[in-house]
Structure formats: structure tokens, C-alpha cells
């Protein structure tokens, strides 16, 4: 009779194991669903954030170059006013700076 009843209890057992294995392996896609659904709300807030420091950098990077043309603007009205107020003195200056450069070329 005891023989009986360790086959039972060994059934049982054995039956146990297969509803922890079944469990456990319903437990671990669960999580990996969940991770799923977390890696891609990750990735979506990842993107997100990196459009919007783009968004971001572009409109600073679209200012200065807007600043950058205005004082460009600015320096040759400034270099056109000064070459209109003395057109001899502008000349003998060009024509020295192209000595220099002329030197130092040839070193």
C-alpha cells in the first residue's frame, strides 16, 4: 500500500512541476511582452526628444546665421562708406596690402 501511495504522491508531484513549468513559462512571455510595449515607448520618447532638439538646434543655428548676415551686411556698407568717403587713400592701401601679400608668397 505504501508503494501505492508514493506512485500517487510522485503523479502529484510530477503533475506540480508541469503547472510550474506551464506558469513559469506564461510568466516569462508576459514579461516580454511588457518589455516590448517598454523598449517601443522608449524608442517613440527617443524620437520624440531628438526632433525636438533638432527642432531646436536648426532655429539657433537659422539666428545665427541671420545674425552673422546682418553683420556681414553691415561691414560692407561700412567698408563701401569708408572707400566713398576717401577713394585715393583706399587705393594706395589696397595697392600696399597687395605688396605685402606679394612678399610673403614669394618666401
Known amino acids: 500500500m505504501e508503494a501505492k501511495s508514493d506512485k500517487t504522491e510522485y503523479d ?19 514579461v516580454a511582452d511588457g518589455q516590448k510595449g517598454n523598449i517601443s515607448h522608449l524608442r517613440d520618447e527617443i524620437r520624440r526628444e531628438s526632433l525636438a532638439a533638432f527642432d531646436q ?3 539657433r543655428g537659422d539666428e545665427a546665421l541671420t545674425r552673422a548676415r546682418d553683420a556681414s551686411g553691415k561691414a560692407v556698407e ?6 566713398e568717403e576717401r577713394p585715393f587713400l583706399s587705393i594706395v592701401i589696397m595697392f600696399l596690402a597687395g605688396v605685402l601679400v606679394g612678399r610673403f608668397l614669394d618666401r
Do not use: F, P
Not at 18 to 26: E, I, V
Open 12 to 30: 502529484q508531484v510530477r503533475e506540480d512541476l508541469k503547472k510550474l513549468q506551464a506558469d513559469l513559462s506564461t510568466l516569462a512571455k508576459s
Open 57 to 59: 538646434v536648426k532655429q
Open 78 to 83: 561700412s567698408v563701401e562708406h569708408k572707400i
